[in-house]
Structures are given as structure tokens and as C-alpha cells.
Nanobody, 112 residues
Framework: QVQLVESGGGLVQPGGSLRLSCVAS????????MSWYRQAPGKEREMVAT????????SYADSVKGRFTISRNNAKNTVYLQMNSLKPEDTAVYFC?????WGQGTLVTVSS
């Protein structure tokens, strides 16, 4: 069955960095755009970044442009989110999305 498994979340100080990973299985990874979303406490889920099947086209939410980078390794069925210059407002559960499926999420907490 379709499965997305995120990892890489944790506690980081403001200004720090984290790299999230999402391993996909159960579908043809190379046929689908992949996205990262996040949901902060008390807020709606929002799109953070999207990447095309070859990785040649990416898009970002305005709030993360210039700080986050989405990438993918099609040989490993994995999509990444490199997060730099993290801010407290980046605190959220981050979800991987592709082929209409969602992962279980990984918590990112930015706090001193």
C-alpha cells in the first residue's frame, strides 16, 4: 500500500537548521510531484514546498522562501526538506504528501 514515512524532526534553537526526509513506497515515486506541508498548533495545514517529478521545478510558501529547500532522490524514493535559519514560527508538525497520501508527520520545535 501507499506509505510515506517522515523523519528528521526535533528541537532546534532559532537560527538553526534541520533536514527532514520522507521515504515513499507503494507507488511509482517518479510519476508524482511531492510536497511538504506543516500544521502549527491551532492553525490550518499549509503547503510549505512542492517539487516536480524530475526536481527541476520547485515552489515555496512566501514564509519560507530563501530559507527552505526541497529536493528529491528518485533512486531512493525520498524527498527532503532542508530548513535553515529556523524561526519560532516554523514550529509545527511537518507532513509529506504525494499521490494523495499523507505521512504521519514529524514534529519540528524551534525554541531557545
Amino acid at each position: 500500500q501507499v506509505q510515506l514515512v517522515e523523519s528528521g524532526g526535533g528541537l532546534v534553537q532559532p537560527g538553526g537548521s534541520l533536514r527532514l526526509s520522507c521515504v515513499a513506497s507503494g507507488f511509482t515515486f517518479t510519476s508524482y510531484y511531492m510536497s511538504w506541508y506543516r500544521q502549527a498548533p491551532g492553525k490550518e495545514r499549509e503547503m510549505v514546498a512542492t517539487i516536480s517529478v524530475t526536481g527541476g521545478v520547485t515552489s515555496y510558501a512566501d514564509s519560507v522562501k530563501g530559507r527552505f529547500t526541497i529536493s528529491r532522490n528518485n533512486a531512493k524514493n525520498t524527498v527532503y526538506l532542508q530548513m535553515n535559519s529556523l524561526k519560532p514560527e516554523d514550529t509545527a508538525v511537518y507532513f509529506c504528501n504525494g499521490r494523495g497520501a499523507w505521512g504521519q508527520g514529524t514534529l519540528v520545535t524551534v525554541s531557545s
